[in-house]
């Protein structure tokens, strides 16, 4: 994209007091940023804009924070995308107050692909990690996208299950693409632009402050088909995120959990409310009617080798380890590596007690 280009968004961007909902408003009477701040005051008044958010257009000088921006843009290797952008999401332009540009390092061309989000608590439990990463692991091998917020627990795990299913994930930050938030997860950071992408709308620099990520959350719900919410207290931004997508007219999902665990307070609330309960992704797959067929066709397309197979065929019903490995009359330390390998494939589920049973 020229500068030129870019120029004009950021320069709007940067306006004292002009916030995204009216940088939409004066989009829709402009058509252009350029537009907007070429405007004679006049225009900028039939616009129901006040005199001091005038004078800001037509006085603040802009340039060197522009110029700024635009070299660390260079830099950094960052995509720019405007709101007229052909690579622009086209469901994030279906909500209420879209982001009029994004910042993305990596893939833009999947941005208009079919995503799910996986979100949850950030002091997730075992069970809550296992989950999400199986959720993740299946969705990806079906070339779905996984979308989430790379926070702590629920996200982490759920980009980390995208990656190693060999999928694409998307991670959406609540502060500028060159932040890494949290720490700790600045390797996830670094792979995930070649397996996805990171995608902001904050200006470079931004910190993670706590009123960013309410914010955030809209985008990561409005990018995605549905929302699964995978473990959440009764206070959680996760809910935050599921009743964002229930007034963008998203699905919502919700994994079960503990009854005696705070971790499942909110999510079971939303199934009380009338989220769909997800125990395996069909769940999912059923209520989007583009995913119905996915499954079918992966069902038909499943390769086994003989090993497999044998403990394929006995798993239409749950079975213990032992109770498998004394049917199949083999040593339990080989069967359990092959159900390892079909699990992280996705063709068997591991039930509490240490039983599986087929995916499908």
């Not at 993305?104 to 990690?129: C, F, Q, T, W």
């Not at 989430?148 to 629920?154: D, H, K, M, N, Q």
């Not at 995913?291 to 019903?317: A, S, V």
């Amino acid at each position: 994209m020229l500068k030129s280009h870019i120029k004009d968004w950021l320069a709007l961007s940067f306006i004292p007091g002009l916030g995204k909902r009216t940088y939409l408003k004066l989009l829709e009477e402009f058509g252009h940023p350029r537009a907007v701040l070429e405007a004679k005051e006049q225009a900028l008044k039939r616009a129901s804009l006040g005199e001091g958010l005038i004078r800001a257009i037509k006085g603040y000088d802009w340039h060197k924070e522009v110029e700024r921006e635009l070299e660390r843009i260079s830099n950094l290797n960052i995509r720019f995308i405007t709101y007229h952008d052909k690579n622009y999401p086209s469901l994030l332009k279906e909500i209420h107050d879209p982001p009029p540009f994004l910042y993305v390092k990596g893939d833009v061309e999947i941005l208009n692909r079919p995503m799910i989000a996986i979100v949850g608590s950030r002091l997730a439990s075992v069970y809550g990690l296992k989950i999400a990463t199986n959720l993740a692991l299946e969705l990806s091998g079906l070339g779905i996208i996984v979308v989430s917020g790379l926070a702590r627990g629920i996200d982490t795990a759920a980009h980390q299950g995208a990656i190693r299913a060999g999928g694409k994930t998307i991670a959406v930050l609540g502060c500028g693409i060159d932040i890494v938030y949290p720490r700790e997860n600045k390797r996830l950071y670094e792979k995930i632009p070649e397996a996805g992408a990171l995608i902001s709308e904050f200006h470079l620099g931004t910190p993670p402050e706590a009123k960013n990520f309410p914010v955030r959350n809209r985008i990561i719900s409005g990018l995605s088909l549905g929302v699964i919410i995978v473990e959440a207290a009764k206070r959680s931004g996760s809910l935050i995120t599921a009743r964002l997508a229930l007034e963008q007219g998203r699905e919502v999902f919700a994994v079960p959990g503990q009854i005696d665990s705070f971790r499942s307070e909110g999510t079971h609330k939303l199934i009380k409310q009338g989220a769909k309960l997800v125990e395996k992704v069909e769940d999912v797959l059923e209520e989007i009617g583009q995913f119905q067929d996915l499954y079918k066709k992966k069902e038909e397309t499943i390769q086994l080798n003989p090993g497999e197979e044998e403990i394929f065929l006995l798993l239409d019903t749950p079975k213990y380890l032992d109770e498998l490995a004394q049917q199949l009359k083999r040593p339990i330390g080989e069967v359990s590596s092959r159900l390892m390998t079909m699990e992280i494939r996705g063709l068997v589920r591991q039930l509490p007690g240490k039983q599986y049973v087929k995916r499908f």
